[in-house]
T-cell receptor, first 117, second 113 residues
Framework: AQKVTQAQTEISVVEKEDVTLDCVYE???????LFWYKQPPSGELVFLIRRNSFDEQNEISGRYSWNFQKSTSSFNFTITASQVVDSAVYFC??????????????FGSGTRLQVQP | EAQVTQNPRYLITVTGKKLTVTCSQNMNHEYMSWYRQDPGLGLRQIYYSMNVEVTDKGDVPEGYKVSRKEKRNFPLILESPSPNQTSLYFCASSGGASGYGYTFGSGTRLTVV
C-alpha cells in the first residue's frame, strides 16, 4: 500500500522568510512518481513538479526548490523569500509506475501555508 | 489551450435527487479519473477509466457511477446523493504525450442538503 505523510498541518511565516514543507512517502514499488500541487483559495489544483524515483537530482525553479532523498523516502519543498501569493494548501502526491492500470495518485493530507505581510 | 473542463463549479442539491457532474478534456488522453477532496483527508480516487468503455473503481466508489462512451468525456453520476457526498470533486486526465502528467479540472463544489 502507498502512503504519503505531510506532518505539518499548518505553517505561518512572515513575508520573505524561507519555508520548507515536508513530505514523507511509503511505497513498495521500485519505480514511482512524486508530485507537488498548490491549491490556492480559489480551489483549483496547480501542478508544481513531477519527479521520477530514479532521478534524485534536486530541482530549482525560481523561488521554489525540491529536495528528493530516496534513502529517507522524502520529497521536501522549499519556498525561498516567501510572498503573500504563496499562501495556499500544498499537496504532495505519489503515483505508481505509469504503465500500470490504475495510475492513482495517493495524496498527503496537505499543508496550509499562511504568509503574513 | 489544453484543459480539463468540469461543470458545474458549484452545486447545491437535495438528498436523493440524481445529478451528473460533467468532465471533458481536449488533449486526447486515454486515462481519466475522478477524485474527491475532504478536509484532512487530501484527495481520494473515486473511479478511473483507462480508455473508452473501460472503467474501474478507485478507493471510494460507493454511491457513484461513471461512464466513458467517448474519449473526451467522463461524467460522474450520483444516482441518489446523500449529505456525506458533500465534497469538492476533481476530474483529471493523463496521457503519454504529456509525459504522463496529470491535468486537473477546476473542481466542483457539491453540497447535498
Amino acid at each position: 500500500a502507498q502512503k504519503v505523510t505531510q506532518a505539518q498541518t499548518e505553517i505561518s511565516v512572515v513575508e520573505k522568510e524561507d519555508v520548507t514543507l515536508d513530505c514523507v512517502y511509503e511505497t513498495r514499488d521500485t519505480t514511482y512518481y512524486l508530485f507537488w500541487y498548490k491549491q490556492p483559495p480559489s480551489g483549483e489544483l496547480v501542478f508544481l513538479i513531477r519527479r521520477n524515483s530514479f532521478d534524485e537530482q534536486n530541482e530549482i525553479s525560481g523561488r521554489y526548490s525540491w529536495n528528493f532523498q530516496k534513502s529517507t523516502s522524502s520529497f521536501n519543498f522549499t519556498i525561498t523569500a516567501s510572498q503573500v501569493v504563496d499562501s495556499a494548501v500544498y499537496f504532495c502526491a505519489l503515483c505508481p509506475p505509469m504503465d500500470t492500470g490504475r495510475r492513482a495518485l495517493t495524496f498527503g493530507s496537505g499543508t496550509r501555508l499562511q504568509v503574513q505581510p | 489551450e489544453a484543459q480539463v473542463t468540469q461543470n458545474p463549479r458549484y452545486l447545491i442539491t437535495v438528498t436523493g435527487k440524481k445529478l451528473t457532474v460533467t468532465c471533458s478534456q481536449n488533449m486526447n488522453h486515454e486515462y481519466m479519473s475522478w477524485y474527491r477532496q475532504d478536509p484532512g483527508l487530501g484527495l481520494r480516487q473515486i473511479y478511473y477509466s483507462m480508455n473508452v468503455e473501460v472503467t474501474d473503481k478507485g478507493d471510494v466508489p460507493e454511491g457513484y457511477k461513471v461512464s466513458r462512451k467517448e474519449k473526451r468525456n467522463f461524467p460522474l453520476i450520483l444516482e441518489s446523493p446523500s449529505p456525506n457526498q458533500t465534497s469538492l470533486y476533481f476530474c483529471a486526465s493523463s496521457g503519454g504525450a504529456s509525459g504522463y502528467g496529470y491535468t486537473f479540472g477546476s473542481g466542483t463544489r457539491l453540497t447535498v442538503v
